[in-house]
Protein backbone atom coordinates (compact mmCIF):
# COMPACT_ATOMS: atom_id res chain seq x y z
CA UNK A 1 0.00 0.00 0.00
CA UNK A 2 1.29 3.40 -0.70
CA UNK A 3 1.02 6.15 0.86
CA UNK A 4 1.98 10.45 0.52
CA UNK A 5 2.61 12.49 3.54
CA UNK A 6 2.36 16.19 2.63
CA UNK A 7 3.86 18.62 4.82
CA UNK A 8 5.45 22.12 4.24
CA UNK A 9 2.11 24.04 4.00
CA UNK A 10 0.83 27.47 5.80
CA UNK A 11 0.32 30.89 5.81
CA UNK A 12 2.84 33.84 3.93
CA UNK A 13 2.69 37.15 2.57
CA UNK A 14 3.09 37.52 -0.70
CA UNK A 15 6.99 37.35 -1.94
CA UNK A 16 7.65 34.99 0.30
CA UNK A 17 8.85 31.33 0.11
CA UNK A 18 7.72 28.27 1.31
CA UNK A 19 9.04 24.14 0.33
CA UNK A 20 6.29 21.20 0.56
CA UNK A 21 7.86 17.65 0.52
CA UNK A 22 6.10 14.63 0.02
CA UNK A 23 7.03 11.71 1.27
CA UNK A 24 5.90 7.93 -0.08
CA UNK A 25 6.11 4.81 1.44
CA UNK A 26 5.43 1.31 -0.01
CA UNK A 27 6.59 -0.07 -3.93
CA UNK A 28 6.12 1.99 -6.27
CA UNK A 29 7.11 0.94 -9.84
CA UNK A 30 9.97 2.34 -10.98
CA UNK A 31 8.73 4.29 -14.22
CA UNK A 32 6.55 7.26 -12.32
CA UNK A 33 6.14 10.86 -12.23
CA UNK A 34 5.44 12.98 -9.36
CA UNK A 35 4.00 15.90 -9.28
CA UNK A 36 2.16 18.62 -7.35
CA UNK A 37 -1.40 19.92 -8.55
CA UNK A 38 -3.52 22.27 -6.54
CA UNK A 39 -7.26 23.23 -5.78
CA UNK A 40 -7.94 26.70 -5.76
CA UNK A 41 -10.65 28.03 -3.34
CA UNK A 42 -14.28 28.16 -4.81
CA UNK A 43 -13.11 25.52 -7.37
CA UNK A 44 -13.89 21.61 -7.70
CA UNK A 45 -11.28 19.21 -6.52
CA UNK A 46 -11.20 17.72 -10.16
CA UNK A 47 -9.68 18.02 -12.27
CA UNK A 48 -6.85 19.49 -9.98
CA UNK A 49 -4.57 21.84 -11.86
CA UNK A 50 -1.31 20.51 -12.74
CA UNK A 51 1.24 22.79 -11.01
CA UNK A 52 4.62 21.12 -11.58
CA UNK A 53 5.83 17.00 -12.20
CA UNK A 54 9.62 15.46 -12.69
CA UNK A 55 9.87 12.18 -14.11
CA UNK A 56 11.67 9.29 -12.49
CA UNK A 57 15.26 10.26 -13.40
CA UNK A 58 14.90 13.55 -12.29
CA UNK A 59 15.49 14.37 -16.29
CA UNK A 60 12.50 15.74 -17.03
CA UNK A 61 9.85 18.66 -15.59
CA UNK A 62 7.29 20.65 -16.39
CA UNK A 63 5.27 23.60 -15.14
CA UNK A 64 2.38 25.22 -15.44
CA UNK A 65 2.46 28.79 -16.85
CA UNK A 66 1.88 30.57 -13.56
CA UNK A 67 4.58 29.09 -11.86
CA UNK A 68 7.45 29.07 -14.56
CA UNK A 69 10.36 30.71 -12.88
CA UNK A 70 9.11 31.05 -9.44
CA UNK A 71 9.03 27.06 -8.39
CA UNK A 72 11.37 24.38 -8.78
CA UNK A 73 10.72 20.86 -8.27
CA UNK A 74 12.96 18.16 -7.37
CA UNK A 75 13.09 14.83 -5.76
CA UNK A 76 15.14 12.80 -3.48
CA UNK A 77 14.52 9.00 -4.76
CA UNK A 78 16.90 7.65 -2.20
CA UNK A 79 14.27 9.14 0.10
CA UNK A 80 10.77 8.77 -2.42
CA UNK A 81 10.37 12.17 -1.91
CA UNK A 82 9.50 14.72 -3.66
CA UNK A 83 9.66 18.95 -3.34
CA UNK A 84 8.12 22.44 -4.40
CA UNK A 85 10.10 25.21 -4.15
CA UNK A 86 7.85 28.19 -4.27
CA UNK A 87 9.72 31.79 -4.01
CA UNK A 88 7.87 35.05 -4.87
CA UNK A 89 3.94 33.90 -3.97
CA UNK A 90 1.20 35.50 -5.03
CA UNK A 91 -2.38 35.63 -3.51
CA UNK A 92 -3.24 33.82 -6.66
CA UNK A 93 -1.23 30.84 -5.00
CA UNK A 94 -3.14 29.93 -2.74
CA UNK A 95 -4.69 26.56 -2.71
CA UNK A 96 -4.91 22.88 -1.36
CA UNK A 97 -1.87 21.39 -3.00
CA UNK A 98 -1.68 18.18 -3.42
CA UNK A 99 0.93 15.49 -4.06
CA UNK A 100 0.63 12.67 -7.09
CA UNK A 101 2.53 9.26 -8.00
CA UNK A 102 1.65 8.08 -11.33
CA UNK A 103 3.65 4.70 -11.78
CA UNK A 104 3.25 2.35 -14.30
CA UNK A 105 4.34 -0.89 -15.85
CA UNK A 106 3.67 -2.81 -19.00
CA UNK A 107 -0.02 -3.69 -17.89
CA UNK A 108 -0.77 -1.68 -15.24
CA UNK A 109 -0.67 2.59 -13.90
CA UNK A 110 -1.64 3.24 -10.56
CA UNK A 111 -2.22 6.47 -9.12
CA UNK A 112 -1.63 7.66 -5.61
CA UNK A 113 -2.55 11.54 -3.89
CA UNK A 114 -1.54 12.73 -0.62
CA UNK A 115 -4.23 14.06 1.57
CA UNK A 116 -3.66 17.83 0.91
CA UNK A 117 -1.81 20.81 2.05
CA UNK A 118 -3.32 24.06 2.66
CA UNK A 119 -0.84 27.47 1.01
CA UNK A 120 -2.44 30.73 1.59
CA UNK A 121 -0.79 33.71 0.75
CA UNK A 122 -1.89 36.86 2.52
CA UNK A 123 -1.93 40.15 0.17
Known amino acids: QVQLVESGGGLVQAGGSLRLSCAAS????????MGWYRQAPGKPRDPREL???????????TYADSVKGRFTISRDNAKNTVYLRMNSLKPEDTAVYYC?????????????WGQGTQVTVSS
Open 100 to 112: NVRAWTTYRTDDY
Open 26 to 33: GSIFSNNV
Open 51 to 61: VAAITSGGGST
